[in-house]
């Protein structure tokens, strides 16, 4: 099952990202796959 997420959402867990943390702490963290994040 395909699950939204909104932008608010997206944007911190990009933010995350750019911030430091590598995908895959940042995707088990928030339980969202590497490969979600990588498409944002």
Do not use: A, C, P
Request: charged share 30%; hydrophobic share 30%.
């Amino acid at each position: 099952m395909n699950r939204k997420y909104d932008d608010e959402f997206k944007q911190n867990t990009l933010r995350k990202v750019f911030d430091g943390q590598s995908v895959k702490s940042v995707s088990q963290e928030l339980g969202v796959t590497e490969s979600q994040i990588h498409k944002w």
